[in-house]
């Protein structure tokens, strides 16, 4: 099994900044595919930003512009860096992983970011 662990979440401000970690761990093969992903309150769970092995990359519209996804495949870890935080933001972030070798999608167990004055 993958094991993932998020980490770098906490309260910031409008506007502020953070940067969200993700290391893999465990019985690792192949991670082909990382993500993020975010639940708000009272929300479902929604694909924040993905990225693949080639460096390709995805995110939501709503946050183009201002999140950041990268990784590196050295270290199994991958990084959210999140600007211009909005009180939207709010949410438990989690980590997903989904290794080719064990053929399974693998989730963190979240953390929280606060976005409030």
């Known amino acids: 099994q993958v094991q993932l662990v998020e980490s770098g979440g906490g309260l910031v401000q409008p506007g502020g900044s953070l940067r969200l970690s993700c290391a893999a761990s465990?019985?690792?093969?192949?991670?082909?595919?990382m993500g993020w992903y975010r639940q708000g309150p009272g929300s479902q769970r929604e694909l924040v930003a993905e990225?693949?092995?080639?460096?390709?990359?995805n995110y939501a519209d709503s946050v183009k512009g201002r999140f950041i996804i990268s990784r590196d495949n050295t270290q199994n870890t991958a990084y959210l860096q999140m600007n211009s935080l909005k009180t939207e933001d709010t949410a438990v972030y989690y980590c997903?992983?989904?290794?080719?070798?064990?053929?399974?999608?693998?989730w963190g167990e979240g953390t929280l970011v606060t976005v409030s004055s």
């Open positions: 990225i693949w092995l080639s460096g390709n990359t």
């Open positions: 997903n992983a989904f290794d080719t070798g064990n053929g399974m999608n693998f």
């Open positions: 465990g019985r690792i093969f192949n991670i082909y595919r």
